[in-house]
């Protein structure tokens, strides 16, 4: 889990899930100094890969013919999944970078 980089307090995972998924927008503000943090090149990466394997997922079960009932109870479970490691992949700065 990420820590504010300018007073180190240790964000939770509800901090972070709130902040990412539920609060659009690439900055983190810290509760405790009010600092702003930014997502890092490398955390914007890995949270667009983590979200993309779902419609890769649902195209590939989709293929090759998987049952309906499996393929809704594989794709909510690979979807809890990629919520659930979200926030762990997280990353921050204080500086915007690019990301290519």
């Known amino acids: 889990m990420p820590t504010c980089i300018h007073c180190r307090h240790s964000f939770s995972w509800g901090e972070i899930f709130y902040r990412i998924l539920v609060r659009k927008g690439d900055d ?33 079960l989709t293929i090759a ?5 499996v393929t809704t109870i594989i794709l909510l479970v690979a979807a809890a999944a990629a919520v ?8 921050v700065t204080d500086r915007e970078q690019t990301l290519f």
């Open 65 to 69: 013919k998987a049952p309906e009932l």
């Open 28 to 60: 983190i503000g810290c509760p405790a100094c009010k600092g702003k943090m930014l997502l890092t090149a490398r955390a914007k990466k890995r949270l667009f890969s983590l979200m993309s394997l779902l419609p890769v997922l649902f195209v590939f």
């Open 84 to 91: 659930i490691t979200a926030p762990f992949v997280v990353e």
